[in-house]
């Protein structure tokens, strides 16, 4: 059963992103969300797992043949080379487990091409495993409308916990208070948040024009 109360809340201490599948072949049949809103979700999801030192796996399936990670993905990550897989379940392949169970971390966040399928098959088996699981569903989606929807009812009654990136965001901040990483999580709000990041930067500019006027 999903924890309640505030120990049902996302930590960044306790947390560890797993990107799964976000690859070219992926994208040609994704159908239930528009394309470039999951690229912009997922990389914002990256950016943001980044300014909390979230230790982030990127995986792929045979990208010999559905191509490589997306780029805006890579480069959030230049230094890491992202695990590829012949095992359709991601869970079932040790390359990526071992450094999940290696982190000591039991806040599993998962985003993945496709939902019913690549999201589907780790979250469940996790969950079984005791991990506390977190499914990133506008960072992940399916070959239509209808098999993301009940993808995520089927993870649900597992015990899975639906959210969206900015809430992960949200959960991982807590407190405006935590300067030292506020900075780091504007910047992703204004450049993937967007109507949001537009207001943000909005403020910022007005905010700079007061201290400028009253220096």
């Not at 490589?68 to 959030?76: Q, R, T, W």
């Not at 695990?83 to 993945?112: C, H, M, Y």
């Amino acid at each position: 059963m999903p924890k309640i109360g505030l120990e049902g809340l996302l930590r960044p201490e306790d947390s560890i992103l797993v990107l799964i599948d976000h690859q070219p072949y992926q994208f040609t049949n994704l159908n239930s969300h528009e394309p470039a809103t999951i690229v912009n979700n997922v990389i914002g999801l990256a950016k943001t797992a980044k300014v909390f030192n979230v230790p982030t796996i990127l995986t792929s399936v045979i990208e010999e043949r559905g191509g490589y990670i997306i780029k805006g993905l890579l480069d959030v990550f230049p230094d890491q080379k992202p695990i590829n897989r012949t095992f359709i379940n991601t869970w079932e392949d040790p390359n990526v487990t071992d450094v999940v169970n290696k982190s000591g971390r039991k806040q599993l966040v998962l985003a993945a091409l496709y939902t019913e399928i690549c999201l589907a098959m780790p979250a469940i088996q996790a969950l079984g495993e005791g991990y506390e699981v977190f499914i990133v569903t506008d960072a992940s989606g399916g070959v239509s409308a209808e098999a993301h929807d009940m993808a995520v009812r089927r993870m649900v009654q597992a015990g899975a916990v639906p959210i969206n990136w900015l809430a992960v965001l949200g959960e991982w901040q807590r407190d405006w208070a935590r300067a030292d990483t506020a900075t780091g999580v504007a910047g992703v709000v204004i450049e993937h948040g967007g109507a949001a990041g537009v207001a943000l930067a909005w403020e910022l500019q007005l905010l700079g024009a007061h201290a400028q006027a009253g220096a």
